[in-house]
Structure formats: structure tokens, C-alpha cells
């Protein structure tokens, strides 16, 4: 190849460097070690001639990040807001003496500032927990546990996978049956087979409040006043809509809620599990009294001191989620959808949540486009049907019945219009490229169970009902 009057020989390829050979004045190379007169540099930019001095130089390219449902960058503000946790302010909060108080006047603030977030009535409402995935167990056996005449759940098909593992595991070791309700072709849940499942034998009802592939967000609160109707608990995984939604949980029959920090700016290992006050409440972690003896162990305080810090900002930037990422977003799709011919967005167009896309390609490997992308510099993250050369399936997609290969964007406050530039520059070659190379795998087309179809394409919706 040649750029800017000289001659690139690529020479090797591998995750995202891009080995390759200069000789004259090369201007357009991609960032990655690059082998220059047979010397391998790690060189993270483009490559150009500076016009003075005749020196090759380095132009950076930022990364671009837009798979923030799979986590976020932490907020500096956090950062700074918990550093003097692992230092000076180090007591145990549940100690007598003044190094211990301050600390657990720290947690106590925390936890007002996630009330406020999710709208809990009470600040004793909120359970520090290690993350959703803990929130979601605590939730789901405390239901079991304080209800044992009750022995059935309500989930959907599209629940994550804290949620449907471990309902797979209680049907084989306690003999709990499980009803997962379906979805529609636009990720909507099936309402009539959902008040089919609702009968006085449900000890709980699971349902996320927005999907963590799709986006789509679920009726929460008249699912939950459906679920009282028959004596139900009602939990949702809005690990996902906190921070990106407004709630209000005090006007709503949502027993619990699970979040967690780390998609939210937060930390990682960090998260809460909300419990409406009254509800009979059976801890999953015995020890100590830690958490008005809901969570036993030592707190980690500057864990729960930066998700309190991630939570006031999240409500301080709502409307930025709401409204100028939203607008990223579409205009991402939009972009996408001109530009690319056989595609769709993937999922409810109305009911979503406002920083993700999912978007359907057909004749394009499952795998492919993100792997090209992070080889950019540009990171998201894949779902299909059936995903190729793992064969795993997306369970979501396969509940969809989307048969083609599928791109998650997730965007956050920390994206910007030339983000979204630089992925509508690439995207184009990418697919044309990936689907000038055929192939036979399982991502190729639609899988088995699955039920095939063409993207309307240019359309906001793949499906046809």
C-alpha cells in the first residue's frame, strides 16, 4: 500500500497492532508497533513526516469507547473522592472511636446519595453489596427462603445471566419451577404469558428493568402491581437504568432493585441491592451485623464511598444521558443505517434505553466487526444468534429471533460527536470488507432454532411484526 508518497508493507496483524514496514515518507499508517527500516517501534498513532524538520513523528489517535454497558470509566471526581479512604480516613466503620465514626458517617452519606438516586424512601433501604450479580442472588433466594410454601419464579428470557443461572441451578437442586416469559421479535415482553405465570405459588418475580444487549426497557412498576395481585415479591436487575433513567422507587410496588457501581462511573466490586422497608428480608451472607444485618462483613468503604460520589453525579448529569448522549446515539444510527445497506437497529425504537444501539448486519460474521473495530482503535462489543467459532448463543438475540450478526454501541457522558465520526468513517469499509470474505460458520447466516429474515434495511426495526 502506499500513503503520502511512500510505500506501508503490512506485514503482520495481531489483536490490535499492526506490524509494518516504511520506506520513503509515509503518512497514513494506523497506530501499533510498526517495523521501520526493519526495527519493530511501538508507535500508538498515525505516522507522518514532520514538513521542518524531515523527522518521523507520531499523531495519537484517542481510543474510541462504546461499550459502556459492559462497564465505564471511573469519574476522576470518584477517584479523588476515595483515595483518602486507603489512607487517612482507613478506620472500620463499625468501630467506637473517631477514626471508625468518620468513616461511617462516610457510608452513611453514601447511602443518601444513592437514595436520592433511585428514589428510595428511606435511606436504610439500600444494602451495600459486592455487585449486581450478588445483589441479584440475595434477592432471589431471601424470596425463596422467607416464602417456602412458595416455590415458583417468574423471570423473563432475557434476563442476564445472574439472573437465569441461577434460576437454572434452583430448578435442578431445589426443584423450583421457573417460568421465563418470552419476548417479541423487538425485545417486548410477552404480557399475556406474563400474568398467565402469576399465580399464588410465585414466591418472586424477576424482570430487568432494560436489557443489557438491546436496551429495551420493561414496564417495571405495572409489572410489579401485576406481581402484588397474587402475593408476589417483586425484584428487578436495573443494573443497567440506574443512572440512565429517573426513578422514583416510593411510588412504585418494587420490592427490590440491584445496581452496581462499576456502570455508573463507579468502581467495580461495589453495588446495592434496594429492600422496601417491611419486606421480610433473609440476608445470603452470615457473619457480623454490617448492614442493619442484611450483609455481613466488613464494608469496603471506599467502594461504597465512590459509588455514593458516581451516584450524585449521575443525577447531576441526568439530563445529559436523557438527552445530548441520546442524541449521539441516533445520530449513530442514523449514520450507520444511510451509510450501510442491509441494516437495522435491533430492539424496541421507542422503549429503549437513551445510550445504546444495537444494530443487525446481514452477511457479516458475528465476530468480525468489533474485532476489526478494536484493531482501530474503537471499542464495542458483538451478539448474534449464534456466535461464530464459539457457538455460544446470544440467549437475547435467540429469544428475538434475530438471526443476524449484531454490534452493541453503548454510550456515556464521555462521548463526544467525534466519536461517533470516527466510527461512521470505518464502519462502511469494515462491513463491505467482511462480507467480500464468506463464510460457512455459524454466524453466517441464521442459526439453528432460529427463525431467518432480512433486515428492513435502512429501517429502525428489523422486525416485521
Same mark, same amino acid.
Given at each position: 500500500?502506499r500513503?503520502?508518497?511512500?510505500?506501508?508493507?503490512l506485514?503482520?496483524?495481531?489483536?490490535?497492532?499492526v506490524?509494518?514496514?516504511?520506506s520513503?515518507?509515509?503518512?497514513?499508517?494506523?497506530?501499533g508497533?510498526?517495523?521501520i527500516?526493519?526495527?519493530?517501534?511501538r508507535?500508538?498513532?498515525?505516522v507522518?513526516r514532520?514538513?521542518?524538520?524531515?523527522?518521523?513523528?507520531?499523531?495519537?489517535m484517542k481510543?474510541?469507547?462504546?461499550d459502556?454497558?459492559? @462497564?465505564?470509566?471511573?469519574?476522576?471526581?470518584?477517584?479523588?473522592? *476515595?483515595?483518602?479512604?486507603?489512607?487517612?480516613k482507613?478506620?472500620?466503620?463499625s468501630?467506637?472511636?473517631?477514626?471508625g465514626?468518620?468513616v461511617?458517617?462516610?457510608?452513611?452519606?453514601?447511602?443518601?446519595?444513592? &437514595?436520592?438516586?433511585?428514589g428510595?424512601e428511606?435511606?436504610?433501604?439500600?444494602?451495600?453489596?459486592?455487585?449486581?450479580?450478588?445483589?441479584?442472588?440475595?434477592?432471589?433466594?431471601s424470596?425463596?427462603?422467607?416464602?417456602?410454601?412458595?416455590?415458583e419464579?417468574? !423471570?423473563?428470557?432475557?434476563?442476564?445471566?445472574?439472573?437465569?443461572?441461577?434460576c437454572?441451578?434452583l430448578e435442578? @437442586?431445589?426443584?423450583?419451577?421457573?417460568?421465563?416469559?418470552?419476548?417479541?421479535?423487538?425485545?417486548r415482553?410477552?404480557?399475556?404469558?406474563?400474568?398467565?405465570?402469576?399465580?399464588?405459588?410465585?414466591a418472586?418475580?424477576?424482570?430487568m428493568w432494560?436489557n443489557?444487549?438491546?436496551?429495551?426497557?420493561?414496564?417495571?412498576?405495572?409489572l410489579a402491581e401485576?406481581?402484588?395481585e397474587?402475593?408476589?415479591?417483586?425484584?428487578?436487575?436495573?443494573?443497567?437504568a440506574?443512572?440512565k433513567?429517573? *426513578?422514583?422507587?416510593?411510588?412504585?410496588a418494587?420490592?427490590?432493585?440491584?445496581?452496581?457501581g462499576?456502570?455508573?462511573?463507579?468502581?467495580k466490586?461495589i453495588?446495592?441491592l434496594?429492600?422496601?422497608?417491611?419486606v421480610?428480608?433473609?440476608?445470603?451472607i452470615?457473619?457480623?451485623h &454490617?448492614?442493619?444485618?442484611?450483609?455481613?462483613?466488613?464494608?469496603?468503604?471506599p467502594?461504597?464511598?465512590?459509588?455514593?460520589?458516581?451516584?450524585?453525579?449521575?443525577?447531576?448529569? *441526568?439530563?445529559?444521558?436523557? @438527552?445530548?448522549?441520546?442524541?449521539?446515539?441516533d445520530?449513530?444510527?442514523?449514520?450507520i443505517? &444511510?451509510?450501510?445497506?442491509?441494516?437495522?437497529? !435491533?430492539?424496541?425504537?421507542?422503549q429503549?434505553?437513551?445510550?445504546?444501539?444495537?444494530i443487525?448486519?446481514?452477511?457479516?460474521?458475528?465476530?468480525?466487526?468489533?474485532?476489526?473495530?478494536?484493531?482501530?482503535?474503537?471499542?464495542?462489543?458483538s451478539?448474534?444468534?449464534?456466535?461464530?467459532?464459539?457457538?455460544?448463543?446470544?440467549?437475547?438475540l435467540?429469544a *428475538?429471533?434475530?438471526?443476524?450478526?449484531?454490534?452493541?454501541?453503548s454510550?456515556?457522558?464521555d462521548?463526544?460527536?467525534?466519536?461517533?465520526?470516527?466510527?461512521?468513517?470505518?464502519?462502511?469499509?469494515?462491513?463491505?470488507k467482511?462480507?467480500?470474505?464468506?463464510?460457512?460458520g455459524p454466524?453466517?447466516?441464521?442459526a439453528?432454532?432460529?427463525?431467518?429474515?432480512t433486515?428492513?434495511?435502512?429501517s429502525r !426495526?428489523?422486525?416485521?411484526?
Amino acid at each position: 500500500m502506499r500513503a503520502g508518497g511512500g510505500d506501508c508493507e503490512l506485514v503482520h496483524v495481531e489483536a490490535d497492532r499492526v506490524y509494518v514496514k516504511l520506506s520513503g515518507v509515509c503518512a497514513g499508517c494506523q497506530f501499533g508497533p510498526i517495523i521501520i527500516n526493519g526495527m519493530r517501534q511501538r508507535l500508538n498513532g498515525a505516522v507522518s513526516r514532520s514538513r521542518h524538520s524531515g523527522k518521523l513523528r507520531i499523531a495519537p489517535m484517542k481510543p474510541v469507547y462504546l461499550d459502556n454497558n459492559a @462497564t465505564t470509566r471511573v469519574d476522576p471526581e470518584v477517584v479523588q473522592a *476515595m483515595l483518602p479512604f486507603f489512607t487517612d480516613k482507613f478506620g472500620n466503620p463499625s468501630s467506637a472511636h473517631a477514626l471508625g465514626a468518620s468513616v461511617s458517617a462516610a457510608v452513611r452519606k453514601a447511602r443518601r446519595q444513592l &437514595q436520592a438516586l433511585i428514589g428510595a424512601e428511606f435511606d436504610d433501604e439500600i444494602t451495600f453489596t459486592s455487585g449486581g450479580t450478588e445483589s441479584d442472588n440475595a434477592a432471589l433466594l431471601s424470596a425463596l427462603e422467607a416464602a417456602p410454601n412458595r416455590t415458583e419464579i417468574v !423471570t423473563s428470557a432475557v434476563e442476564h445471566p445472574a439472573v437465569l443461572t441461577l434460576c437454572a441451578h434452583l430448578e435442578k @437442586t431445589r426443584r423450583v419451577k421457573v417460568h421465563r416469559i418470552p419476548v417479541d421479535c423487538r425485545g417486548r415482553l410477552d404480557l399475556d404469558a406474563y400474568m398467565a405465570a402469576l399465580t399464588p405459588q410465585v414466591a418472586i418475580v424477576s424482570i430487568m428493568w432494560a436489557n443489557n444487549e438491546t436496551g429495551v426497557i420493561f414496564p417495571v412498576a405495572r409489572l410489579a402491581e401485576l406481581a402484588k395481585e397474587v402475593g408476589a415479591l417483586f425484584h428487578t436487575d436495573a443494573v443497567q437504568a440506574v443512572g440512565k433513567l429517573p *426513578m422514583d422507587l416510593k411510588s412504585t410496588a418494587i420490592d427490590m432493585l440491584s445496581l452496581s457501581g462499576h456502570k455508573l462511573h463507579g468502581p467495580k466490586g461495589i453495588g446495592a441491592l434496594f429492600v422496601k422497608r417491611g419486606v421480610n428480608f433473609h440476608s445470603l451472607i452470615k457473619g457480623g451485623h &454490617q448492614e442493619h444485618n442484611r450483609r455481613a462483613g466488613t464494608e469496603n468503604t471506599p467502594g461504597i464511598v465512590g459509588l455514593g460520589t458516581a451516584a450524585e453525579l449521575a443525577l447531576k448529569f *441526568m439530563d445529559d444521558e436523557t @438527552t445530548r448522549v441520546k442524541s449521539l446515539r441516533d445520530r449513530l444510527e442514523d449514520g450507520i443505517l &444511510q451509510r450501510i445497506p442491509s441494516t437495522c437497529v !435491533t430492539g424496541d425504537p421507542l422503549q429503549r434505553l437513551p445510550n445504546t444501539a444495537n444494530i443487525s448486519f446481514e452477511h457479516v460474521e458475528s465476530d468480525g466487526i468489533p474485532l476489526l473495530l478494536s484493531r482501530m482503535g474503537i471499542a464495542c462489543s458483538s451478539g448474534s444468534a449464534c456466535t461464530s467459532g464459539s457457538l455460544d448463543p446470544s440467549h437475547v438475540l435467540s429469544a *428475538m429471533k434475530t438471526p443476524h450478526a449484531a454490534v452493541r454501541f453503548s454510550l456515556a457522558r464521555d462521548n463526544g460527536e467525534e466519536d461517533v465520526d470516527r466510527v461512521l468513517e470505518v464502519m462502511p469499509g469494515i462491513v463491505e470488507k467482511l462480507r467480500d470474505f464468506p463464510s460457512s460458520g455459524p454466524g453466517r447466516q441464521s442459526a439453528e432454532g432460529v427463525q431467518s429474515g432480512t433486515c428492513l434495511s435502512g429501517s429502525r !426495526t428489523g422486525c416485521r411484526s
